[in-house]
T-cell receptor, first 109, second 114 residues
Framework: GQNIDQPTEMTATEGAIVQINCTYQ??????LFWYQQHAGEAPTFLSY??LDGLEEKGRFSSFLSRSKGYSYLLLKELQMKDSASYLC??????????WGAGTKLIIKP | SQTIHQWPATLVQPVGSPLSLECTVE??????LYWYRQAAGRGLQLLFY??????ISSEVPQNLSASRPQDRQFILSSKKLLLSDSGFYLC?????????????FGEGSRLTVL
């Protein structure tokens, strides 16, 4: 079956760096997405990786290793507003998105 | 610019009552449209998707149905709600034939069935 694994919850301190991991097993691969979702709100797009390596976008970076079925989202200079759930999703060979359950990130002052 | 809007934002319905959630997209033509359900502690579950007017694909057999009467309108319905239908429902769109398949989500509709 198809599976996306990510930690349920993580805690970090304001101003610090946090890495949220995502491992996947899917039938084919056509890209990996990271979305941010604040409580009670809709997810918003953060990043897209289809080739191995690191994609940097401001304070957020996303890494992909297709051979390992692994990605991480790196958040730098954490701010209180970064408290949210972070969803990992993989597009399979049928171009369907398979979603992880999300990682709830709690930022403490 | 493109926008997506869904309503109502919140509703509380008794078991056995009907349901209608509506979603509209503006600023784009011929989008792919999706209905997702999000349950606590679980990943987004794709319920329906549509690549064109009147074309609906169902991913999960259930008592829900979807319709696309116009290019940018997507409706989620039920004739008789079950307790298990409670959840956070999200409408989304993507560019048909787009490079990445990025999804743009509506604000969400929280349904509580009592």
């Amino acid at each position: 079956g198809q599976n996306i694994d990510q930690p349920t919850e993580m805690t970090a301190t304001e101003g610090a760096i946090v890495q949220i991991n995502c491992t996947y097993q899917t039938s084919g691969f056509n890209g990996l997405f990271w979305y941010q979702q604040h409580a009670g709100e809709a997810p918003t797009f953060l990043s897209y990786n289809v080739l191995d390596g690191l994609e940097e976008k401001g304070r957020f970076s996303s890494f992909l290793s297709r051979s390992k079925g692994y990605s991480y989202l790196l958040l730098k200079e954490l701010q209180m507003k970064d408290s949210a759930s972070y969803l990992c999703a993989v597009m399979d060979s049928n171009y369907q998105l398979i979603w992880g359950a999300g990682t709830k990130l709690i930022i403490k002052p | 610019s493109q926008t997506i809007h869904q309503w109502p934002a919140t509703l509380v319905q008794p078991v056995g009552s009907p349901l209608s959630l509506e979603c509209t997209v503006e600023g784009t033509s011929n989008p792919n449209l999706y209905w997702y359900r999000q349950a606590a502690g679980r990943g987004l579950q794709l319920l329906f998707y549509s690549v064109g007017i009147g074309q609906i694909s169902s991913e999960v057999p259930q008592n829900l149905s979807a319709s696309r009467p116009q290019d940018r309108q997507f409706i989620l319905s039920s004739k008789k709600l079950l307790l298990s239908d409670s959840g956070f429902y999200l409408c989304a769109w993507s560019v048909q034939g787009g490079d990445t398949g990025e999804l743009f989500f509506g604000e969400g509709s929280r349904l509580t069935v009592l």
